[in-house]
């Protein structure tokens, strides 16, 4: 048999096209497989992140409703309650407004003026703007924790926490050492040359920006002669730390 005749028995009397062969597709290369895989599961996944943002946003709206919900029951529980006990709604306002009371003289005593302040005019030739320490710890604070260090015998944490890097310390005799380097050179040199035999600060005798430490003690000479030690330090604060220093000796 012709390959014509073979040809021919294919193919209907009415030549229209055989459904079998019609709906067959040709078989995809293994590129075009794993490429048709590879959209798929990146469509899939897209979907499992749609459906996780869905969610999240129905656990909030659940939270917010709940909330909401809360809300209302606890003001609905007070409206009874106030609606069911008035003496005692009436004894809590009471109460309240005793603490108030109470808690602003405690304010108004704190912010009350001295005396002498009070009493002072108002000064043609004065600033307007008085001095301060600025933010941070007060001069009051700073005192407190200077002093209480010293008299701890630590003395050289109290420069650690409060002395800015770049101090001004400046002894009685003018001498001026500049900075925390200054600061450590100069008392280096004092404990290799003098023995503290006791020492006791006293204050702080605080100002706007400021404060003074009063210092006395006993101390011993490099040639062994002990006298007694009188001595003040004045502080400068700034933005809560130490920015000048300044020691002056008793001369009676």
């Keep these: 048999m012709s ?27 293994k590129k075009e497989r794993k490429a048709a895989e590879r959209a798929a599961e990146k469509a899939a996944g897209k979907e499992a992140k749609a459906a996780k943002v869905v969610e999240r946003k129905a656990r909030k709206l659940a939270k917010r409703i709940a909330k909401e919900a809360a809300k209302q029951a606890a003001e609905k529980a007070a409206v009874t ?11 809590g306002e009471k109460h309240t407004k005793k603490e108030k009371r109470a808690k602003k003289t405690d304010r108004d005593a704190n912010d009350a003026t001295p005396p002498s302040e ?15 320490s600025g933010k ?44 925390w380097k200054g600061v450590l050179e100069k008392g280096k040199w004092w404990k290799e040359t003098f023995t503290v035999l006791s020492m006791r600060a006293s204050g702080p005798y605080v100002c706007a920006n400021g ?7 006993r101390v011993r000479l490099p040639d062994g002669t002990e006298v007694d030690a009188h ?21 009676g």
Aim: overall charge positive; proline content about 4%.
């Design 136 to 179: 941070g710890a007060t001069a009051q604070e700073i005192g407190a924790s200077l002093v209480a260090l010293c008299n701890g015998g630590r003395s050289d944490k109290a420069e650690q926490t409060w002395y800015h890097r770049r101090i001004e310390s400046i002894e009685e005799d003018g001498t001026v050492f500049e900075g």
């Design 211 to 217: 404060f003074t430490v009063v210092f006395t003690g």
């Design 231 to 251: 001595e003040c330090g004045v502080y400068t604060v700034e933005k809560g730390r130490i920015v000048r220093e300044q020691f002056m000796q008793w001369r």
């Design 3 to 29: 390959k014509a005749k073979r040809k021919n028995d294919a193919t209907p009397a009415d030549g229209s096209t055989d459904p079998a062969v019609e709906s067959s597709a040709p078989a995809l290369s």
């Design 81 to 91: 309650t106030a609606t069911a006990s008035p003496d005692a709604s009436s004894n």
């Design 118 to 132: 009070a009493s002072t005019p108002k000064f043609k030739h004065a600033r307007k703007k008085k001095l301060s």
